[in-house]
């Protein structure tokens, strides 16, 4: 391999670790214009919602309950403010800020997202037994694209260490528990809290790349 084939390789990957979550968000945004398009595709929410609620039990209750709290924007907000001035008194702002940008950006994209979509939230009058009635609108969800950003930056900053694995475990249960819990709580269909397990995902690594790229940018400044 020669050093121009390896130089533009290297500079080719910054590029692409972008425009691919990017689609990938491009993408959840178009499947969810077509969903609400799609009635036949709420008549199927519906009913796996009703599906769920015929499970519910008190500790299932109160689990969804306690998780629908943890993960709420004023939860996360004193979560993350409180991780971020942690990690801004031991390690600097260079940690402190990139780990709240990967904690809140993608959540507060999925506001966004609802907002292009405009997807109602399930109707309460065809889920008599839900838990919870929010408002707003509903494709995707912002609960469980917290629980992703935040188990994937907790992730990206703590887990190179022998936290690694009770991370990856968080990184992959605290979103799959918060997707069911909103789904029970009968607040989201089936189909807002899947689509907000991709967006999240792609929200993190766009918002990763983008750090990076700004650290590479800050790097070669200061060594010209």
């Given at each position: 391999m020669?050093?121009?084939?390896?130089?533009?390789?290297?500079?080719?990957?910054?590029?692409?670790?972008?425009?691919?979550?990017?689609?990938?968000?491009?993408?959840?945004?178009?499947?969810?214009l077509v969903i609400r398009a799609t009635p036949a595709i709420g008549t199927w929410d519906l009913a796996v919602i009703r599906a769920i609620?015929?499970?519910?039990?008190?500790?299932?209750?109160?689990?969804?309950?306690?998780?629908?709290?943890?993960?709420?924007?004023?939860?996360?907000?004193?979560?993350v403010g409180a991780i971020s001035a942690g990690l801004w008194l031991r390690r600097g702002p260079g940690a402190a800020i990139p780990f709240a940008a990967l904690g809140l950006l993608p959540w507060l994209g999925s506001s966004v997202v609802k907002d292009i979509v405009q997807r109602?939230?399930?109707?309460?009058?065809?889920?008599?037994?839900?838990?919870?009635?929010?408002?707003?609108?509903?494709?995707?969800?912002?609960?469980?694209?917290?629980?992703?950003?935040?188990?994937?930056?907790?992730?990206?900053?703590?887990?190179?260490?022998?936290?690694?694995?009770?991370l990856i475990v968080f990184a992959v249960a605290a979103p799959l528990v918060t997707a069911f819990s909103r789904v029970y709580l009968g607040v989201h269909n089936p189909?807002?809290?899947?689509?907000?397990?991709v967006y999240a995902t792609a929200a993190v690594l766009l918002v990763?790349?983008?750090?990076?790229?700004?650290?590479?940018?800050?790097?070669?400044?200061?060594?010209?």
């Open positions: 020669t050093a121009t084939t390896a130089s533009s390789r290297r500079a080719a990957l910054p590029a692409r670790s972008i425009l691919v979550p990017f689609c990938i968000i491009l993408a959840v945004v178009l499947a969810g609620e015929s499970a519910r039990t008190p500790f299932l209750d109160a689990v969804a309950l306690a998780d629908g709290v943890l993960f709420s924007p004023v939860a996360a907000l004193v979560i109602p939230r399930p109707l309460s009058a065809g889920l008599p037994h839900h838990l919870l009635t929010d408002t707003g609108y509903s494709f995707p969800s912002g609960h469980t694209s917290l629980a992703v950003a935040l188990g994937l930056a907790l992730l990206l900053t703590f887990g190179a260490g022998r936290l690694r694995t009770p189909t807002d809290v899947l689509a907000s397990l990763d790349a983008l750090l990076r790229l700004v650290r590479r940018w800050w790097s070669s400044r200061a060594v010209g």
